[in-house]
């Protein structure tokens, strides 16, 4: 089981960024494909982007495509969500999540392991 523990939430501004950082504790980091998803109230979990166990393939959803980036540190056992061009509607709980040996998915039942979560505000 591999614990997450996300950072980096707080109050922005729309049109302002912000970079959220998810903490692995697992020896075996690079084995895993890693992804966001966020959840707003009384919205369901939805896919926000996930990247490759070797950091080489990322997919994002497409209400964030072209304003989040999705990366990877194994030496750090670190993924991170920069967020840029921030939106009201992108107000929610940012939840990291690891997938042991899959490939990249953006359904939520393919990952095994999740954080806690980490809440972004945006105002307008």
């Known amino acids: 089981q591999v614990q997450l523990v996300e950072s980096g939430g707080g109050l922005v501004q729309a049109g302002g960024s912000l970079r959220l950082s998810c903490s692995a504790s697992?020896?075996?980091?690079?084995?895993?494909?890693m992804g966001w998803f966020r959840q707003a109230p009384g919205k369901e979990r939805e896919f926000v982007a996930a990247?490759?166990?070797?950091?080489?393939?990322?997919s994002y959803a497409d209400s964030v495509k072209g304003r989040f980036t999705i990366s990877r540190d194994n030496a750090k056992n670190m993924v991170y969500l920069q967020m840029d061009s921030l939106k009201p509607e992108d107000a929610a709980v940012y939840y990291c999540?690891?997938?042991?040996?899959?490939?990249?998915?953006?359904?939520?039942?393919?990952?095994?392991?999740w954080g806690q979560g980490t809440q972004v505000t945006v105002s307008s």
């Open positions: 999540a690891s997938n042991f040996l899959f490939p990249i998915s953006n359904r939520p039942n393919d990952y095994g392991s």
């Open positions: 697992v020896h075996t980091f690079s084995l895993y494909t």
């Open positions: 990247i490759s166990r070797t950091g080489g393939s990322t």
